[in-house]
């Protein structure tokens, strides 16, 4: 629990919540006024509009997004309140506004904090309109308030400049801790496999986040020039994170089979679990000391734990008379394979952060790394291209415009004291999609209600000013902490935070409660009716264009691990971006389907085969990730032509999957005849080869080995794309 609770004190989110709520606490009281607290609370609104913009990442990138949003807060601030009171210009150019701050949002993760920031700054902008005298102090408070938090973040940023890169690792090593503690899970009588596996999508869906996070970031801070102590860590880490990832996910077992093989000897299973539990447990006390900034020593020893269970098997074998040419011996040899070089990947890991890692090892290796990462463009093409209905980001756009439109109108209409409020709800509920919405809006309401209750209660028992100051304090930075990670929780510290302030400003807190209880009703409200009914983005809309995305992925890594088969050798860079594409674009489909759910039922249409067709794109991808991570380890025969037509069969059945999905793909039909011959008699005229070859005992075993895994991939593969192909023609 202690060890928890360093963890969670350590994390990017509360740093930044520290960033936030000091450069708020400075800010106020630098320019705290007790005659008039207007421009404290601006400067300390203008720092407070800048920080979702504040994201790690090129140090240059950063400084320019945090200096362009400094100067557009008070730009558009001041341009709707000098026409506010001129409403139907006004109205134009509110619409405007909101409409491209949405807009923007399409050009990737800082484009949309970007949006998100000016959509606030939109809500906020025009607070004082009653007071035209003080506009143009007010946007320059707010320029200074900006100009601030730049500063506040650069001097964070030269305290611990590599802070955020290291976190990000560290998640990265504890989360896929967690999947291998899911696939040790997996060799128990008693486990539940269908649900296991959709956990493990579920992490593989964060563990890909991560592995981008980090590229982008050694990408654009020029890491692989090596030119730093901490950028081969990172460097050696990213790629052993990579490497454990894709000997899981090509290694899959048939758990029943190996339990009731072991059966005689029940511990042996026992023990192999052992050690694939402390597989994950070794990654999750790297990640601990990592976050803890402890020096690293291992504890216990895998390789021992490792030998001792070979031993054991061994002696399990030779008891039970079975051959090492038995095919079950065969199954076994692989699936110690596995644990063996996991056991080198996750070693050579834990060396990365006991500070063995030199440049020597690292020199032309990972030259190529910026052509893993997908830099976001910002073309005007890609602008013009979405100014149309069949885009999300276009419907969302129109969306939010209306929705804002409608929310001020109520607010002007019926004389809301602080209509800014709805509109501020609507900003931060309302998401292209139906079921984000919803759930946020229910965690909002709920949040709002509990933080404003304890708020009160708190005004009502505490008399002491300095105490609500603390408490006040200690609640913004809770808020601004759990808004990322818990958003119910972040609103109840929010509102505490603000009842708070305003019981400490004035004499009329409870009033204001009432009011944002009522203003965030009326936002929530809006903002849920027209997600549903104003040109709503249905999931159901998109999930078909992420299985071809996954389709078309997987036929390309299919095709890569054909021509690595064929030429052999260190696998290419298109390869190995061919790999990460298919596994990314498996993630996204989970995701997706993940999200399709949370949607009403009339609208979750094909959601059995959907499931289906995500889990079967995921083995298959593991079958193709196991015939190559084979290859790279092992020297293996000339490919055969049988190999050759089982994976064109393949690659066939997924373009036919594709023309019952009504996308264009390449077939060609007349493998089809020649595969089922060459495929039902290739197994026993590869065992007849093998047998007849005038080799040593051990290559023997290699060549049955590499025959064995191969040819029943190939056969698995066949198969997982036949019932791809057969339920996309179901989904016609």
Not at 402 to 416: A, D, N
Not at 570 to 581: F, G
């Amino acid at each position: 629990m202690f060890d928890k609770l360093i963890i969670k004190f350590g994390d990017n989110q509360f740093y930044n919540a520290i960033k936030i709520t000091f450069t708020a606490i400075v800010a106020f009281f630098v320019f705290y006024d007790a005659a008039d607290f207007t421009a404290a609370f601006t400067v300390t609104l203008g720092a407070l509009l800048c920080a979702p913009i504040d994201i790690s990442s090129n140090f240059k990138h950063k400084v320019i997004g945090l200096l362009l949003v400094a100067f557009l807060i008070p730009i558009i601030s001041l341009s709707l309140t000098y026409t506010y009171q001129y409403f139907f210009v006004f109205t134009i150019l509110f619409c405007a506004f909101i409409f491209l701050s949405a807009f923007i949002s399409l050009f990737g993760h800082r484009a949309n904090l970007l949006s998100f920031t000016l959509l606030l700054t939109i809500s906020l902008s025009f607070i004082h309109h009653d007071k035209p005298e003080i506009l143009l102090t007010n946007c320059l408070y707010l320029l200074l308030g900006g100009l601030f938090y730049t500063f506040v973040s650069i001097l964070f940023y030269f305290i611990k400049p590599n802070r955020y890169i290291n976190l990000e690792v560290a998640e990265c090593i504890e989360i896929t801790g967690d999947y291998l503690n899911l696939r040790a899970a997996l060799w128990t009588n008693s486990a539940d496999r269908e649900k296991i596996s959709r956990q493990l999508l579920e992490k593989q869906i964060r563990i890909n986040e991560l592995h981008e996070h980090i590229r982008e970031y050694l990408v654009y801070n020029k890491a692989y020039t090596l030119n730093s102590n901490n950028n081969r860590k990172q460097l050696v880490a990213l790629t052993s994170l990579v490497e454990i990832l894709e000997l899981a996910m090509a290694n899959t077992f048939n758990h029943a089979e190996f339990i009731d093989f072991f059966k005689n000897d029940a511990s042996i299973v026992t023990e192999y679990k052992t050690l694939a539990d402390n597989f994950a447990y070794t990654l999750k006390r790297l990640a601990f000391h990592i976050k803890t900034n402890k020096k690293y020593h291992s504890k216990g020893s895998l390789v021992n734990d490792f030998k001792k269970l070979k031993q054991k098997i061994n002696t399990f074998l030779t008891d039970q008379n079975i051959s090492v040419y038995d095919e079950k011996a065969v199954h076994i040899n692989n699936l110690l394979f596995y644990a063996d070089k996991q056991i080198e990947k996750i070693k050579g890991l834990e060396r990365v952060y006991k500070e063995r890692v030199n440049a020597d090892e690292l020199r032309g290796k990972y030259k190529d790394l910026e052509k893993f990462f997908t830099p976001e463009h910002y073309s005007f093409k890609t602008f013009t291209n979405h100014l149309n209905f069949k885009s999300a980001t276009f419907r969302y756009s129109l969306r939010i415009t209306i929705t804002m439109l409608m929310g001020l109108l109520i607010g002007v209409f019926f004389k809301f004291e602080n209509a800014y409020w709805i509109l501020l709800t609507i900003v931060v509920i309302m998401r292209p999609g139906y079921g984000l919405t919803k759930q946020r809006s229910a965690h909002r309401v709920i949040g709002t209600l509990i933080g404003g209750i304890l708020g009160i209660i708190a005004l009502i028992f505490i008399d002491s000013n300095l105490v609500l100051s603390l408490l006040a304090i200690v609640s913004m930075l809770l808020g601004f902490w759990f808004s990322a990670t818990d958003y119910k929780v972040g609103v109840t510290f929010i509102t505490i935070y603000i009842i708070l302030i305003y019981g400490l400003l004035t004499d009329n807190a409870e009033s204001h409660l009432i009011y944002r209880i009522l203003d965030t009703l009326v936002g929530a409200t809006l903002a849920f009716l027209a997600t549903r009914f104003l040109w709503p983005s249905w999931e159901l809309q998109s999930v078909n264009s992420y299985l071809e995305n996954t389709l078309r992925a997987i036929k390309f890594y299919i095709v890569e691990v054909k021509y690595y088969y064929i030429k052999k050798g260190e696998p290419a860079t298109s390869y190995k971006i061919a790999r990460k594409n298919a596994f990314i674009e498996v993630g996204n489909l989970m995701a997706s389907f993940q999200r399709m759910i949370q949607e009403p039922k009339a609208k979750q249409i094909n959601r059995a085969e959907l499931y289906e067709l995500t889990i079967l794109n995921q083995t298959l991808v593991s079958c193709a990730a196991s015939i190559g991570t084979y290859i790279q380890f092992h020297k293996t025969s000339e490919a055969s032509k049988a190999f050759k037509l089982a994976m064109d069969y393949t690659n066939n059945n997924l373009s036919q999957a594709l023309h019952n999905l009504n996308v264009d793909a390449d077939l060609n039909t007349d493998t089809n005849e020649d595969y089922y011959i060459s495929i039902s008699e290739l197994k026993s005229i590869r065992r007849k080869e093998v047998d007849d070859l005038d080799i040593d005992a051990q290559l023997k075993i290699q060549k049955l080995e590499e025959s064995q895994l191969i040819i029943d991939q190939l056969i698995f593969m066949s198969n997982l794309s036949e019932k791809i192909e057969k339920l996309t023609l179901k989904m016609k």
